[in-house]
């Protein structure tokens, strides 16, 4: 089917697209643009997992005796407390689950696609058959196409096909009835990589109607994503599990040894090990991932996969671009070089600006044939648009040669107007390997030639000539010299140069390669542009090194221009900290090894480099992120530590590659990145140390007890009431604490530091021993006043314990004292220990909730001893530290 018969059959239009009319009532028809996913696991389900843990239905079990036994208000109780944690689990995971799938949205591949006659770029899923859409080089299709023009266009397929080699596409009609997808040239498929060219198409099919979706085997529902501490945790829950068991059967032994009965201190020791085991923690720490995540999307950084979370804490090396990620990417061209004569251009953000010889002498451009010549090349090797909305611009496609048009604009030269006059019959796409673009254009008389823009130092080697003076001169050293040194004048005030050559053509057949256009060139000259650092990078850059995490530039742009824009950033110390692409390719990854802790700016490099530079810098024990935005960055992204694409000009192979994703292309937001990752690991060892050491005095309270041959000190239904009550809302709220003020003082964590690394273990044990005999000296103080009211002294102790617990949390904040921070500084958790020591007064003194958690009002001079011992874990370990500052 031709191009013609294919808009037609589909019912839109190549050059306006769909409206947003028709675009709906299609959408209504075919509905959205994704594969169906494998089946989720229903609420329902998901609910009842939550009581499928064996130590809960043990206690569900021993409830069901205690209710045939008579004991029905403590069954009851009992059943409403597991209820109520099962369903605060519920909320935590639909929560995690539904924080993933957001995640799963915000980094699906987006489109540029033709409506109501504008250009925009949407979603994927957005997309509709009828859709004209435009794509190129590291671009993945977010639907079938059939394509309508090509440009040295190549699709890698082998999801597809099992092929491994790109296939060339083209526009020709297909006459075979039935073809293999491999033979499918004039169609691109969803899901497949763009790895040359660019082209045009117009969605044929979309979701379960495309290529994709018909070939059972590639539907694959989200695996769920599970981080290097998350697995540690889990096997430290086992091991935790077996110690809290064998403490918990030894406070039941101990207890019957000591005449106790035998159910009573079977229940107990059940809810002992319910409350003592942390099951949850594994759950709670994915909470805390993607609560952190979302505030990481909030900063502009998608995290695409979550292990990346832990790993940027410990970033020690950001490899970072400049373009675009260090400076503003508002390319704007101050000055043109063409034959020994520089120009200045003006105005940046005035189309109508003006070009002056020496600063201050106006130049009519018109009557400059150099100037002319060198803007109008500019204009016509390119494949950007200028979009006028009002009296602003914006720029669609890439800033550097959306410079080059502003530049002609501001001399008359409109690139509509030049395509009426000149039609472009083929393109030879930029690639980072030839650094070069060219295009072959036929002028109005028939004649063909060839233009071609790139990097200064790769062009001028393919130069035979230059335009001198307004006439053509062989190039020779003395010229080839003069055309470098203004290269150099510009990179050294941090202008990035393009030059700009072209012959003429005079066979009548399109050279196929680009070799064969990119040789005996004629050189026009340069045009230097400034892209100014971004105002907010230097004071990253200084935050990171701080830190101790050292930025390093990497840039394609020529060393002067790299040279001058690092020490303005302060990256850059000396001119001998710098290394270039050259350099580079004589070094060996060992070599580099060698030299890599001394560089600090790469320049004129290429993307392989870039994995060189990965390499160098983890076989020193770096841990390394590395930005990148194009299809040949993606095995460095992938390689390095944290991968980091760009979200702006990003293409999807380094998106799909990269683990985080910038949604500004911001140096800031790398360095906001590694600070909010630091956070989340602080804050789950918070509340991993507020958790364990809440669990180790309640455990230590009820052992001691047993071997002093006490009374229980708690029974089992405030057992239960403490876990939910202390474990809940508290826990969750450390999970949001803000970072400490040093969190990027410190230097980075080593990848195989352990959770209880930095005497993390010791305070747990420490704070948990003392939690557990303030406790048990609260209960011994009221019941030796009084053993005939066991119930009152066991009210004593309830009340002790979870206010140790709720002033404990506070001392979590902070690896140094509760007193380095404001203690009112989370909001959340003030809240949260608010609503527990409400739930905990409510448990002790509204009548009808006395006789289920066998509890009795407590006399107001009681609340002194309760508060004193409660606070003495905090005050004891607070001044050992004032103690220890002074020494």
Not at 604 to 618: F, G, N
Request: glycine share 8%.
């Amino acid at each position: 089917m031709k191009e013609k018969e294919v808009e037609k059959s589909l019912n839109t239009s190549i050059e306006q697209g769909l409206t947003t009319k028709e675009v709906e009532l299609r959408r209504n028809k075919f509905g959205w643009n994704e594969l169906s996913e494998g089946e989720k696991q229903s609420a329902i389900l998901l609910f009842f997992s939550q009581f499928k843990d064996f130590m809960v239905l043990v206690l569900l079990g021993a409830t069901l005796i205690s209710g045939l036994l008579g004991e029905y208000i403590d069954a009851i109780a009992i059943m409403a407390i597991v209820l109520i944690n099962g369903i605060l689990g519920f909320i935590q995971e639909r929560k995690a689950e539904k924080s993933l799938d957001a995640l799963k949205n915000l980094s699906a591949p987006q489109v540029n696609v033709l409506r109501n006659g504008t250009w925009i770029k949407i979603n994927s899923r957005e997309v509709v058959p009828g859709d004209v859409i435009k794509f190129s080089s590291g671009d993945r299709l977010g639907a079938d196409i059939r394509l309508i023009q090509v440009n040295n266009l190549e699709i890698e397929e082998s999801a597809l096909t099992g092929e491994s080699i790109p296939a060339v596409k083209n526009t020709n009609i297909i006459h075979e009835k039935s073809p293999n997808l491999g033979d499918m040239n004039n169609m691109g498929f969803m899901g497949t990589m763009v790895t040359r060219g660019n082209g045009v198409g117009i969605v044929t099919g979309i979701g379960m109607s495309t290529a994709m979706g018909k070939i059972a085997d590639m539907i694959q529902s989200a695996t769920a994503m599970i981080t290097p501490l998350q697995r540690r945790l889990q096997q430290l829950g086992k091991i935790l599990i077996t110690v809290a068991l064998l403490l918990t059967l030894l406070v039941v032994v101990v207890g019957i040894i000591h005449g106790h009965d035998a159910y009573t201190m079977f229940l107990a020791g059940v809810s002992l090990a319910v409350a003592a085991i942390p099951e949850g923690l594994p759950a709670i720490v994915t909470v805390a991932l993607s609560l952190g995540v979302q505030r990481m999307i909030k900063k502009n950084a998608i995290v695409r996969k979550l292990p990346a979370v832990e790993t940027l804490g410990c970033a020690s090396v950001i490899c970072s671009d400049k373009t675009g990620t260090m400076t503003q990417n508002k390319m704007t061209v101050t000055h043109l070089w063409s034959g020994g004569k520089t120009w200045f251009v003006k105005a940046e953000e005035d189309p109508d600006g003006k070009l002056f010889f020496d600063r201050e002498l106006p130049v009519d451009p018109n009557e400059e044939k150099s100037v002319q010549q060198l803007l109008t090349f500019g204009v016509l090797c390119n494949h950007t648009e200028l979009v006028f909305k009002g009296d602003s611009y914006s720029i669609d496609g890439d800033p550097t040669e959306g410079a080059l048009l502003f530049a002609a604009l501001k001399a008359g030269i409109q690139r509509n107007t030049l395509l009426e006059q000149f039609e472009i019959e083929k393109e030879y796409p930029f690639d980072s390997t030839r650094k070069m673009m060219s295009v072959i254009v036929k002028d109005a008389n028939g004649k063909r030639f060839a233009i071609t823009k790139g990097a200064p130092d790769v062009l001028v080697e393919k130069c035979e000539s230059i335009l001198w003076d307004g006439k053509q001169r062989l190039m020779n050293k003395d010229l080839n010299t003069s055309v470098m040194n203004a290269v150099n004048d510009l990179a050294a005030q941090a202008l990035r140069t393009i030059a700009i050559a072209m012959k003429p053509i005079h066979s009548g057949v399109l050279p196929e390669k680009e070799s064969d256009v990119e040789k005996d060139l004629t050189f026009i000259g340069l045009q230097g542009m400034i892209d100014p650092p971004r105002p907010e990078v230097k004071a990253a850059v200084e935050e990171c090194k701080i830190a101790g995490i050292k930025t390093v530039m990497i840039t394609g742009d020529h060393k002067a221009t790299a040279c001058a824009i690092a020490e303005q950033l302060g990256i850059l110390d000396n001119r001998e900290q710098v290394m270039d692409g050259q350099r580079l390719n004589e070094l060996t990854v060992e070599e580099l090894e060698n030299e890599v802790e001394n560089i600090s700016v790469f320049a004129r490099v290429t993307p392989e480099h870039k994995l060189k530079i990965v390499k160098a810098l983890q076989n020193r024990g770096h841990v390394v992120a590395m930005t990148g935005d194009g299809i040949n960055d993606a095995p460095a992204i992938k390689t390095a530590d944290i991968g980091i694409a760009m979200g702006i000009t990003g293409t999807d192979v380094a998106k799909e590659a990269s683990s985080l994703v910038l949604l500004d292309d911001n140096f800031a937001t790398i360095k906001a990145a590694i600070k909010e990752g630091r956070n989340i690991y602080e804050n789950i060892r918070k509340f991993i140390r507020y958790l364990l050491a809440s669990n180790v005095g309640e455990i230590l309270v009820m052992l001691f007890a047993m071997l002093l041959s006490l009374p229980l000190p708690l029974v089992p239904i405030q057992i239960l009431w403490v876990n939910l009550v202390t474990d809940g809302l508290p826990a969750m709220a450390l999970g949001l604490d803000q970072p400490e003020e040093n969190v990027m003082r410190r230097k980075p964590r080593h990848i195989k530091e352990g959770v209880f690394a930095r005497g993390l273990g010791w305070k747990i044990v420490s704070r948990g021993f003392l939690i557990g005999i303030s406790t048990l000296i609260a209960f011994m103080v009221v019941y030796y006043k009084d053993p005939n009211n066991l119930e009152y002294a066991q009210t004593i102790a309830f009340a002790t314990l979870v206010l140790a617990q709720l002033i404990h949390v506070f001392d979590c904040r902070s690896e140094i004292s509760v007193f380095s921070r404001n203690p009112f500084g989370n909001k959340y958790l003030v809240w949260a220990v608010i609503s527990s020591a409400a739930l905990m007064v409510a448990v002790i003194y509204v009548p009808f909730l006395q006789p289920v958690f066998h509890t009795l009002p407590i006399a107001l001079n009681d609340w002194l001893l309760i508060v004193g011992m409660s606070a003495l874990p905090t005050f004891l370990l607070a001044g050992s530290f004032i103690l220890r500052k002074k020494q």
